[in-house]
T-cell receptor
Framework: KQEVTQIPAALSVPEGENLVLNCSFT??????LQWFRQDPGKGLTSLLLIQSSQREQTSGRLNASLDKSSGRSTLYIAASQPGDSATYLCAGTGGGNKLTFGTGTQLKVEL | GAVVSQHPSRVICKSGTSVKIECRSL??????MFWYRQFPKKSLMLMATSNEGSKATYEQGVEKDKFLINHASLTLSTLTVTSAHPEDSSFYICSAGQGAGGGNQPQHFGDGTRLSIL
């Protein structure tokens, strides 16, 4: 059974700092990996999708990488802003679009 | 594009009431939709996979008679919490993937439904 862990569970940084969120999974037979953002009391917004044949994806200030052999993915946020404050979730699929979610990292970017 | 609408956003009702939550893909067809439950400050737990035109596939430990799922069209899936009790209070979220299966497509999520049973 796939288990997905995210470290750290919570993170507080000053505005402008670059930061890295970590995601690890137990089963390397992961098909693709997706990073999401969740604001309090809201649904999920998809940030980046790394497909099985890819190693990384970039969108604006966000960069996500996937290393299946080590069972890890990272989300890099450059020049963080207060508006980036949210919970970030990674999730992997083993095929068939069935997602297994990580435990989440609660990020706070302070002025 | 790829918008998923979930309704209602919040429900407060008495114990014993049945509550229906709708999940619609507004601008794409979704053969498969997913229903998740999220406890406070916890991650999402998959409850069931909703398949258009066939029975839903439930995850282990989820009562199918308690959580009724209907996927009558390619753009609509419903989750009915039958005879709801306080322990059913939670945040329920649906998602839909563009295209059919395979794991290649991103999933798009609704805004969730906050269910509170008194």
């Amino acid at each position: 059974k796939q288990e997905v862990t995210q470290i750290p569970a919570a993170l507080s940084v000053p505005e402008g700092e670059n930061l890295v969120l970590n995601c690890s999974f137990t089963d390397s037979a992961i098909y693709n990996l997706q990073w999401f953002r969740q604001d309090p009391g809201k649904g999920l917004t998809s940030l980046l999708l790394i497909q099985s044949s890819q190693r990384e994806q970039t969108s604006g200030r966000l960069n996500a990488s996937l290393d299946k052999s080590s069972g890890r993915s990272t989300l890099y946020i450059a020049a963080s802003q207060p508006g980036d404050s949210a919970t970030y979730l990674c999730a992997g699929t083993g095929g068939g679009n069935k997602l297994t979610f990580g435990t989440g990292t609660q990020l706070k970017v302070e002025l | 594009g790829a918008v998923v609408s979930q309704h209602p956003s919040r429900v407060i009702c008495k114990s014993g009431t049945s509550v229906k939550i709708e999940c619609r893909s507004l601008d794409f067809q979704a053969t498969t939709m997913f229903w998740y439950r999220q406890f406070p400050k916890k991650s999402l737990m998959l409850m069931a996979t909703s398949n258009e035109g066939s029975k839903a596939t439930y995850e282990q430990g989820v009562e199918k008679d308690k959580f009724l799922i209907n996927h009558a069209s390619l753009t609509l899936s419903t989750l009915t919490v039958t005879s709801a009790h306080p322990e059913d209070s939670s945040f329920y979220i649906c998602s839909a993937g563009q295209g059919a299966g395979g794991g290649n497509q991103p999933q798009h999520f609704g805004d969730g439904t906050r269910l509170s049973i008194l």
